[in-house]
T-cell receptor
Framework: GAGVSQTPSNKVTEKGKYVELRCDPI?????LYWYRQSLGQGPEFLIYFQGTGAADDSGLPNDRFFAVRPEGSVSTLKIQRTERGDSAVYLC???????????????FGPGTRLTVL | KNQVEQSPQSLIILEGKNCTLQCNYTVSPFSNLRWYKQDTGRGPVSLTIMTFSENTKSNGRYTATLDADTKQSSLHITASQLSDSASYICVVSNYNTDKLIFGTGTRLQVFP
C-alpha cells in the first residue's frame, strides 16, 4: 500500500469492553508509533516500536493499554476494560528509521476514532 | 518542562490572502522542529522540518522560519486556497529523548 492504514476507521464500544486497533505501516518502515488525539488537541505519544520491540512505552497511560508488533510490521493496540475517557482518535505513524534518524519523517495513518459509551 | 504553544488557536481568512501562524517552544535540548498539516478526519502530513542551523524552509506556498535563540517558529502561507483549511501543528523533537512534542495546533479556515 502507498501509505499507513488503520482499521477500523470508527469503533464504538461500551464501557468495560476490550478493543483492538490495527495499524499497517508503510512497507519497509522499521519504526512505528502510536498516538492518541483528543478533540482540539495535538497528538499525544503512547508507544514507539523499533522492529518488533517496544523501544519506548512511556506514554501508555496505564496497564489497560498494551501494544504488540510481533513480526515487525503490523501493530495492534489493545485496550482492556475501556473507560469513557479513552474516547479519542488513535493515530499510528511509521518512519523509515525511527529515533536513529534525525530527519526521519513520520507518516501518519487516518486514525481510528474510538468512542466508549 | 517540554512544551509547544501555538497561536492563534483559530484563524479565518479569505481565499487569496496570506497568513502567519506562530509557535513557541520550551523543549530542551532542541533537535528539530516540524510543521504538520492535518485535514479533518485525517492523520497529520509533514510540511517542513528544520534543525537549529536552519532559519527558513519553503514547501510551495508554505514557508517556515525558525529562531532557535528565541525558540520561536512561524509558518507563513501565501495566496491561501480553500484546500489550506486544516489544522497546522507545530512539533518539536527533544534531542535527548527523540520524542516528538506536539502543539495543540492552529485551526485555519479559508473562505471564498
Amino acid at each position: 500500500g502507498a501509505g499507513v492504514s488503520q482499521t477500523p476507521s470508527n469503533k464504538v464500544t461500551e464501557k468495560g469492553k476490550y478493543v483492538e486497533l490495527r495499524c499497517d505501516p508503510i512497507s519497509g518502515h522499521t519504526a512505528l508509533y502510536w498516538y492518541r488525539q483528543s478533540l482540539g488537541q495535538g497528538p499525544e505519544f503512547l508507544i514507539y516500536f523499533q522492529g518488533t520491540g517496544a523501544a519506548d512505552d512511556s506514554g501508555l497511560p496505564n496497564d489497560r493499554f498494551f501494544a504488540v508488533r510481533p513480526e515487525g510490521s503490523v501493530s495492534t493496540l489493545k485496550i482492556q476494560r475501556t473507560e469513557r475517557g479513552d474516547s479519542a482518535v488513535y493515530l499510528c505513524a511509521s518512519s523509515l528509521e525511527g529515533a536513529a534518524g534525525e530527519f526521519d519523517t513520520q507518516y501518519f495513518g487516518p486514525g481510528t476514532r474510538l468512542t466508549v459509551l | 518542562k517540554n512544551q509547544v504553544e501555538q497561536s492563534p488557536q483559530s484563524l479565518i481568512i479569505l481565499e487569496g490572502k496570506n497568513c502567519t501562524l506562530q509557535c513557541n517552544y520550551t523543549v530542551s535540548p532542541f533537535s528539530n522542529l516540524r510543521w504538520y498539516k492535518q485535514d479533518t478526519g485525517r492523520g497529520p502530513v509533514s510540511l517542513t522540518i528544520m534543525t537549529f542551523s536552519e532559519n527558513t524552509k519553503s514547501n510551495g506556498r508554505y514557508t517556515a522560519t525558525l529562531d532557535a535563540d528565541t525558540k520561536q517558529s512561524s509558518l507563513h502561507i501565501t495566496a491561501s486556497q480553500l484546500s489550506d483549511s486544516a489544522s497546522y501543528i507545530c512539533v518539536v523533537s527533544n534531542y535527548n529523548t527523540d520524542k516528538l512534542i506536539f502543539g495543540t495546533g492552529t485551526r485555519l479556515q479559508v473562505f471564498p
